[in-house]
């Protein structure tokens, strides 16, 4: 049935919603496809409706292409489960929990990996029934601190999230390509434009994640990525680590007076002016600035901690809390403050190093301090290093990495910075902003195990299910699809997912102009082409243009003065295009554009996949080219 102007519940705006930044929040309110009920929480239309099932509708083909099933999950769920899994606290104020009349905890899910676990454990019992693949697409919330932008970021929204079940990890790694190239398909037949780049697992802990991100000015994601093809999530770049360097040969430590050089600036111009090197400057990169921080643990207890990095590099608080390397869950870290500094009197501000010799470390659990010390991974054994005397006015200069102190670990703690060569050896790193759209995760046995989800195996032994999840924003990504297409004027939706396939506006008072639009109408609709018909009588054809303009159906046919001639004016808002054409043209010729535009839709999924399949196998060649010319170079 074709949707009418005349009683379609709709009333465009002229004014954009409040506090509105970006172009989608604006135009999605302007054009009636969503009204706000609360922050963050939207009431949709028949508009807004009519693009989100063609783009659900996507996702669902895309999941069991790759033989994943529906199933639909209660979005209220009792909070004990959230608690044996330990995300009661993970989540912490982001979780929306309430009570039932006999006090129970309640939650409105997050998301759902335990509860699919569970589902799982209830019916299944034998690794003859793995693998399996099931997912939902379900309304989600979360007390997002800062809801913004719209359907962005929203309080309650619509995810679909699948969850693999496997026997071991073969399996897993097969369910994960699956999933993986389900997503380049559906982002692809959604015109999305959208890199995965590699992320840390953070809290959800597991082996192997993956972000999937729309490269957008309005995302709230950093990423980095290089010419030659490599992309990663800031907090997932790893340092291109030199080789150790002999010790021989290097000078014993010295201490020297450097009084007032509590900065790295003044430290180096003092280094230059006083103790000068032969062969070049100083430069902030020749020392070892220690950092204090303060650590919490997911438990909420409270660790001062010390991170080395060289002294041209900021610290990244999020980068470092992000490895995982600290703590197991999600973890808080900011720079020690003056009373956690109090607490440690034996930290010289301006002088912290780790001390002069191995057999007397100030930093490190073997150190005098007791604080576990981190090192940024370029800090090898074998490099020299000015850094603090633990003595005012004083710093220790050719301090050797490996020979006179040594760390608890490596953490990538250091600000990536434009320039930086990416780890595959792919160019200069670049930043980018971007929205993230899903993302997909090896999460291993962690919620199997903490959920006893165990079957018998081909020993007739327990073994514990390995899982994968696997989230992507289905109203994020709608909004994402209104940021990539309009105009000044209103919203432009790609032809496939717009939410009638034609609008056909009756521009004039005529009876024969209703007639001929409304001949058009069921003749279209006949042929299984959708149509908005503009029929409202007592509106000017301007306002219908406004208002055609606003909605974004890029297909628009103007049924006006021509007709006495026997003409009606087909335009294609995509391709700018305006042209008049003889009545019995139209259906014909716009029934072969809308199918043509639906074919190249399903076409680019295709498409996305071989080039993904291509780029991967340029990869394994340079890869492979790599280590066969390692292989041939003399060995050191
Ligand atoms: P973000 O970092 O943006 O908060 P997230 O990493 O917490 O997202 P996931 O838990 O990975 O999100 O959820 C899977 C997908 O759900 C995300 O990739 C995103 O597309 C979508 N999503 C998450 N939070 C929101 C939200 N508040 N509003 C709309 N979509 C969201
Ligand atoms: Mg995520």
């Known amino acids: 049935m074709a949707l009418r102007m005349s009683s379609l519940f ?3 705006q002229k004014e954009d919603p409040v506090g509105a930044e970006v172009a989608s929040h604006k135009l999605l309110h302007r054009a009636g496809y969503i009204r706000r009920s609360a922050p963050g929480i939207y009431t949709w239309l028949p ?10 509708a996507i996702v669902r083909e895309e999941m069991a292409r790759a033989g994943s099933q529906e199933v639909h999950f209660p979005s ?33 899910a997050p998301t759902h990996e335990e509860f699919f676990t569970l589902l799982v454990k209830d019916l299944y019992s034998s690794y003859k029934d793995l693998p399996l693949s099931l997912y939902q697409i379900q309304t989600k919330y979360r007390d997002e601190a800062r809801p913004r932008a719209g359907l962005l970021r929203g309080r309650e929204f619509i995810m679909k999230d699948a969850y693999s079940f496997d026997i071991d990890d073969a399996g897993l790694d097969a369910s994960y390509e699956a999933m993986r190239v ?12 959208c890199l995965p780049v590699k992320a840390t697992p953070g809290a959800m802990g597991g082996s192997g994640t993956e972000e999937f991100i729309y490269p957008s000015e309005v995302g709230e994601d950093t990423f980095v990525r290089s010419a030659g093809g490599y992309a990663a999530n800031v907090e997932a770049v790893t340092s291109i680590v030199p080789d150790p360097i002999p010790f021989d040969g290097i000078p014993a430590a010295h201490v020297e007076d450097t009084p007032d050089t509590p900065t790295i600036e003044t430290l180096v111009a003092a280094a230059n002016a006083d103790h000068p090197r032969e062969d070049r400057e100083w430069t902030a990169a020749d020392t070892l600035k220690n950092v204090v921080c303060a650590l919490t643990h997911p438990d909420g207890t409270r660790e001062v901690i010390v991170i080395g990095l060289p002294g041209d590099r900021e610290v990244d608080l999020d980068r470092a ?10 973890v ?7 009373e956690d500094l109090a607490m440690h009197p034996e930290l010289v501000k301006g002088y912290i190093g780790p001390g002069l010799d191995l057999d007397h470390p100030v ?31 004083k710093h220790v200069f050719d301090l050797v990495a490996g020979r006179d102190f040594v760390s608890d670990g490596t953490i990538e703690a250091a600000e990536v910075v434009i320039g930086d060569p990416a780890p595959d050896g792919s160019g200069p790193l670049e930043l980018a902003r971007g929205v993230e759209i899903g993302q997909i995760f090896k999460l291993g046995r962690r919620y199997a195990e903490a959920l006893d989800l165990t079957v018998l195996d081909q020993n007739g032994k327990t073994a514990a299910v390995t899982m994968g999840s696997y989230g992507l924003g289905v109203t994020r990504v709608m909004a994402c699809i209104a940021e990539e297409y309009h105009t000044e004027a209103g919203l432009l939706w790609p032809q496939h997912l717009a939410p009638a396939d034609v609008h056909i506006i009756a521009a004039g008072k005529g009876e024969d102009i209703a007639e001929a639009a409304e001949a058009l109408t069921a003749d279209l609709e006949a042929e299984g082409v959708s149509v908005l018909l503009d029929d409202r009588t007592k509106v000017s054809p301007g306002f219908k243009f406004a208002d055609a303009e606003l909605i974004g159906i890029p297909t628009l046919i103007v049924v006006g003065r021509g007709l006495a001639d026997g003409v009606v004016e087909v335009r294609d808002r995509f391709a700018d295009d305006k042209r008049e054409l003889p009545l019995a043209e139209v259906v014909p010729t716009t029934v072969a554009n809308v199918r043509a535009a639906y074919a190249r839709a399903a076409a680019a999924g295709d498409a996305a996949v071989v080039e993904d399949s291509i780029e991967a196998a340029i990869d394994d060649a340079e890869a492979a080219a790599a280590s066969a010319e390692a292989e041939s170079a003399p060995k050191a």
């Not at 508009?47 to 659900?56: D, N, Q, S, W």
């Not at 809390?321 to 999600?330: F, Q």
């Not at 808080?332 to 003056?338: F, G, Q, V």
């Open 10 to 12: 709709v009333r465009t």
């Open 76 to 108: 209220l769920l009792p909070a004990e489960v959230y608690k044996q899994s330990g995300r009661w606290e993970a989540f912490g104020p982001d979780l929306f929990s309430l009570q039932d009349r006999k006090k129970n905890d309640y939650i409105l």
């Open 332 to 338: 808080d870290l900011e720079a020690a403050t003056a």
């Open 321 to 330: 809390a992000g490895t995982g390397m600290l703590s197991t869950g999600e």
């Open 47 to 56: 508009l807004g409706l009519a693009v989100l099932g063609k783009i659900e």
């Open 363 to 393: 930093l490190g659990l073997e150190g005098s301090t007791k604080l576990r010390y981190f090192l940024d991974p370029r800090i090898v054994p074998g490099t020299r290093w000015i850094t603090g005397a633990n003595e005012h006015g």
């Open 182 to 193: 389900a997503y380049l398909r559906a982002f692809a037949r959604l015109g999305l434009p």
